[in-house]
């Protein structure tokens, strides 16, 4: 049953709450599964969510809720029962005005207003098709998609408060990510594709199926490095993963004022190599990120994290911009509806420089080059050190190149965007909200055989 958010205001005004928020979410989703390349029955569904959060005196509590059968009535009187049991919060600001910019993300492909679950499965059928066919140039005895999903989604987002905010946004959401198998005189080898954006990216998700699969080839009988100091280059996936587990946490606004940042007091200060550039960016067209407005309904901004090195500006929502006496830069992002934001990216651009991961293997003399990873969430983005084992990479040494897994990588995010840093590459790739290109490190420890 779907309730109005006026509703909920005046309901609320009358129960005595000094503030409250409505964060709907509309969404319908068609997802097409595959598994040993047999295409599974389309799954269909759509759900409404409500995330509210309300305020007494500084009292502030937040629920979610899908069922509405229950009545506005009881949702608030849950929704009281959860602020009255909160503590009291002395800085709270209150919820945001309405702040707009002026600016206005394509955030929704008009080609979602007719793409239904037959899309969903034609792009598994591509999805399969690629695989076989570059299983089948590439000299493999068999090839499979072992498990791989297709998702179209079409998402109407509403933010509504008491202090006058109400805005809406409609996006469209693209992704897939599988992994594939291929066999070589009964030799298995695997490797994960992953793509995801605003528009359905056909030929994207082509090229990404078939590097994967050439990919099996690349990584078969792979061995594991001694361990010792290496130089080091990375992959745009793999920086991509590196800025999201140690470098987004760092430059949150909220970790920096709770002084769980290692960039707090150095905003205007270098603290990477003057090759480093990156923005937020939630302007670019129809990318996974983009937004026009974040999950308080604050209007977003395009703007420079690191300029040539230098930190400018930390990503806030509006009760950290409050605390931290700054402008509010519209990154209030929630997991769920319901819970208050936390400052988080929504596109996250590194600036290209030159050359990619030819030049760089050319130019190593001992190194590793690593495509794939698990585990980098167990970096400590507190201290600045980067943790991840390397399940795809290449050994260079001496001229020779030979596939290596089973190692774990560390090091210094400061230093390896600092002293340490070698070149930035030109070769920047979009995977999902971060756009990056490859980067050669001068040293980092690897732990291996």
Not at 90 to 110: D, Q
Not at 154 to 175: L, P, Q, W
Not at 309 to 331: D, I, M, Q
Not at 432 to 443: D, G, L, Q
Request: glycine residues 12%.
């Amino acid at each position: 049953m779907a309730v109005e958010p006026e509703l909920f205001l005046r309901e609320a005004a009358r129960r005595g709450f000094s503030e409250l928020e409505i964060a709907v979410s509309q969404v319908e989703r068609f997802r097409a599964e595959i598994s040993g390349n047999t295409i599974k029955p389309v799954s269909a569904g759509s759900r409404t969510v409500y995330g509210l959060r309300g305020v007494i005196g500084k009292r502030v509590g937040g629920l979610s809720v899908s069922d509405l059968a229950v009545g506005v009535e009881d949702v608030l009187r849950d929704l009281e029962r959860v602020v009255r049991n909160s503590p009291e919060d002395p800085h709270w600001p209150g919820f945001p005005p309405r702040i707009h910019r002026g600016n206005r993300a394509e955030t929704y492909s008009r080609e979602f207003d007719e793409l239904g679950p037959e899309k969903a499965v034609e792009l598994a059928g591509l999805i399969v098709e690629e695989a076989l066919e570059e299983g089948r140039s590439i000299g493999a005895d068999k090839t499979y998609v072992v498990n791989a999903y297709v998702e179209l989604a079409r998402i109407n987002m509403r933010v509504v408060n008491t202090n006058g905010v109400d805005i809406v946004e409609k996006c469209s959401v693209f992704s897939s990510s599988g992994s594939v198998k291929s066999v070589f005189s009964g030799v298995e080898s695997t490797y994960h594709f992953l793509i995801g954006g605003r528009r359905v990216e056909e030929d994207g998700l082509g090229e990404r199926v078939r590097q994967a699969v050439s990919h099996t080839r690349l990584f078969a009988n792979p061995s594991t490095p001694e361990s010792g100091v290496y130089e080091l280059v990375l992959t745009p996936r793999v920086f991509g993963e590196v800025l999201t587990y140690v470098v987004a946490p760092a430059v949150s606004g909220l970790n920096i004022l709770e002084g769980r940042s290692p960039l707090r007091g150095r905003v205007g200060l270098n603290v990477f190599d003057e090759r480093i550039t990156i923005r937020d960016d939630p302007l670019l067209p129809l990318h996974y990120g983009s937004r026009s407005f974040d999950d308080e309904g604050v209007g977003v901004m395009a703007k420079t994290v690191f300029d040539k090195g230098v930190f400018k500006t930390p990503l806030t929502n509006y009760y950290v911009s409050k605390r931290l006496n700054t402008e509010a830069t519209g990154n209030g992002f929630r997991s769920v509806p319901g819970v208050s934001t936390t400052p988080s990216p929504t596109n996250l651009v590194v600036e290209g420089g030159s050359g990619g991961l030819e030049e760089f293997v050319r130019d190593m003399r001992r190194g590793v080059v690593v495509y794939s990873t698990i585990g980098g969430w167990m970096s400590n983005f507190v201290a600045g050190q980067v943790y991840f084992t390397v399940t795809h990479g290449l050994l260079v040494e001496s001229g020779s190149v030979k596939p290596v897994k089973s190692f774990v990588v560390t090091g210094n995010i400061f230093d390896w965007l600092g002293g340490k840093l070698v070149a930035v590459g030109s070769d920047s790739e979009a995977n999902f909200n971060i756009v990056s290109p490859s980067i050669y490190i001068r040293e980092a420890m690897v732990s291996g055989g």
